[in-house]
Structure formats: C-alpha cells, structure tokens
C-alpha cells in the first residue's frame, strides 16, 4: 500500500516511523516533510495548505491512504477532497474539524451539551468586549476564533493586558479573520493534561496522557510555544481523572458532534484542566499534538496503520489499542531566540546512533549539507521503565545532535517527577 502523510514537522515525522513498523505499507510519501525524514520517506514538493497539489499527487500516485496530519489542510477540507476522488483519510471532514478552527464553534457546543469548560463570553463587536473587561473577573483569557499559530491566547493578569490583546486581535487584526470575533473566558487553574484519542465517531479510544510544556524557558517562563518537550504518561492523569473525563467530556463530545450532523473521525486531541471542580475542557483540537505525537506514538505496541483505517471505516470497536506500561520523555531542541526571531541555516548534525529516536522538524539542505530551517529544529524521544530514566536519556541523548544557538529548557519532566505517584 502507498501511503500519504501531510505536513512537515516532528509529529509527522513520529507518524511516518509509526506507519513505517506496519508490513501493509510498502512506501510512504510525505508531502512536503522535510530532508531530516528522508531516510523514512518519500519527500513531495509541496506545501500543507495546497489541497489541489495534495489531490492531484495523490491520484496521479494511486495513493491508497491519506493521513492528513496538520490543522489548516484539516480545516481547508483536504478530507473532503481526498475523499470526492475516493481516497480514504485519517482524519475529520472540514465539517467537524471546525472544533479546532473556531473556538466560538466548540465553546457554544460545550455549552449546548454541557460539557465542562470555562464560563465565557463571545464578542464581535470591540467596544462591547472592552466594556466587558472593565468589570470582569481577573485574571481573563482572550481567544480569537479562528487559528492563529498557537499564539492567538492571551491571559491577561490586569485589564489592560486584556484591553491590549482586544484591540490587537479586532482592531490591529494581529490573527487576519480569526479576531473577527473573539472568546474571553474565565481563567482557570490546575495542572494541565493532554489526552489525544483516536475515534471512528462512535467508539473514543483515548490514547496515553501526556504532559506539554509550552513555555520557553525553564519553570514555565518566557513566551508561549508550539512546545518544548512533552512527558507521558502524564500523572496527574489518574485512572479516577481518566473516568470522570471518558464520562463528561470525551463521549459526550463525540456524541454532540454526531447530533450537530458534523461526525468526527480520526485524532481529536482533549486538552484538559484538572480544576478543584473537575476536568475541564481548554481547547480541542483536530489533529495529533507536536509534540506529544513524540511521546504517545512511540508507546503504541499495536499496529498504528489498522487503527487509522479502522476510524476511517468505523470498526475501532473492534481494534485492539495496546500501550506499553514504559514512560516517555521528548526533550525539543530549538533555535535560540524561538518563539521570536531566530537564525537558522545552521549545519546539522545527528549522531547515527540515535537516529532511531529523533523526530526532525525544522531542517532544510544547503549545498547537499543538512541545516537548520526552523524555531523548532527536533525532538528526542526516550522511552524508559521510569519518567526519570527516560529524561536523563533524552539530556544525555541531546549532546549527540549539534548545530549553532542550540537551545533547550532543563526542566522537561521535572514538574512530573515531583508529582507523587510518578513512577
Ligand atoms: P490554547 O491555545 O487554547 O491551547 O491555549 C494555550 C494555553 O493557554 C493553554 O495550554 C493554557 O495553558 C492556557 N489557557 C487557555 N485557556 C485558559 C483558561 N481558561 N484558563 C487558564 N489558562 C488557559
Ligand atoms: N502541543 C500543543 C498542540 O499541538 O497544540
């Protein structure tokens, strides 16, 4: 079978060495990916976003299967294209990717079918939404609606924080369209889960919790990432926790999406709130996480290419979803200066010895060398019997990978580790 992966970074490196352990797949394209996963696929030229180049590659190949991986070619309805031309996809339909591509969309339907979620307030117009922070609860927390990088979330600790991130996302239109409207919500607190689950519309398998650390530097300081490294199993993730949200919140949500006529099939990804008051719902999203694709796909034991199709086909009720009982830790190296500015071009080097474990996501080719393309240049996965192995691992793994302004937090996992119950 000839497989597709959209996208280009270190998650859809981690799918592409998933799929690659499958023996049905016989060859794996990656479109574009990038020269740092050469080695595990076929590179395309291309980009994420063109949904007629991906379509029309995909049919000129006889490409049996479509994993779309990021969230705009998701929203864009690159399912649905694939689809119209009879090519069956890992993922949902523009229709219900919508859960990520409108934050308006998932609050009003968290609210509808009462699922646990921040109270919050939907505004279009500016000078209403700037009425409203005079008075409000702070801290606060601002949204645009629509995607917007991972940056379009404020939280604003004084109400002029608030009344700055307003006017730069209606007025400035720092996020283009996504400011049309905005959410402001209550601001909650707790320690933070991700739990992404694979589901056909019926039946929800959550896979193994993992734990983001989205800040830039150390003891969660610095300006907001894609993310620095990622820990799992997560544990503040309990199996009592793990219940309570099978029960409000991940059937519930595939059951709304399935009554509002918008079925969601493939990775829906539940970013949690563990709140004094319970697990609360921060935000959905559409796809696999980066990088907690990197922690949570390296501990699947079952074949990850009959999971996809089974979501695809409806019949993940009758798949089996094994984990490994092991700890994972996925330390980033990044670009100096990231999420700002930073230089990249950089030679890259990566020891041999641990090619197995290294998840590129920002390199390019310059003169046959392989360079640095990207604020995120890779991630290191280890997998141990304990969380603290598998983080030594990864630090001690991180001096076998070499390029100019190298840049990593130290502090992957500690958080975890001084969770009782970590193991
Ligand atoms: P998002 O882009 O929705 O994932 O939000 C980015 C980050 O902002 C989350 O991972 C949380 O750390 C934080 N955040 C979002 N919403 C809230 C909220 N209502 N209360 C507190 N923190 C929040
Ligand atoms: N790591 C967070 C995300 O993928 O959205």
Known sequence: MKVLVIGSGGREHAVIKSLKKSKEIDEIFAFPGNP???????????????????VAFAVKNNI???????????????????????????GPKANAAIIEGSKVFSKELMKKYGIPTAKYEVFSDMEKALNYVETCPIPTVVKADGLALGKGVIIAFTREEARNAIISMMQDRQFGKSGDNIVIEEFLEGPEVSVLSFTDGNTVVPMISSMDHKRAKDNDEGLNTGGMGTIAPNPYYTSDVAEVCMKTIFKPTIEAMNKEGRTF??????????????????????????????????????????????????????????????????????????????KKGY???????????????GAATKDGVLVTNGGRVLGITSIADTLEE???????KSDLVSFDNKYYRHDIGAKALRVKGAK
């Open 64 to 90: 049996d299967y479509c994993v779309v991986t990021p969230d705009d070619p998701l929203v864009l309805g690159m399912v649905d294209a694939m689809n119209e031309k009879e090519i069956p996809c890992f």
């Open 390 to 396: 598998a983080i030594k691992e990864s630090y001690k």
């Open 347 to 361: 030679p890259l080097v990566i020891d041999p010895s641990i090619k197995d474990c290294v998840y590129v996501a």
């Open 36 to 54: 740092g996963m050469a080695d595990d696929a076929t590179l395309v030229d291309g980009k994420a976003t063109d949904v007629d180049a991906a």
């Open 265 to 342: 099939r493939g990775c829906l990804y539940f970013g949690l709130m563990i709140t004094k008051n319970g697990p609360k719902v921060i935000e959905y999203n559409c796809r696999f996480g980066d990088p907690e694709t990197q922690v949570v796909l390296p501990l699947l034991e079952s074949d990850l290419f009959t999971i996809m199709k089974a979501t695809t086909n409806g019949t993940l009720k009758d798949v089996e979803v094994k984990w490994s009982d092991k700890n994972a830790c996925c330390l980033i190296l990044a670009s100096d200066g990231y999420p700002a500015s930073y």
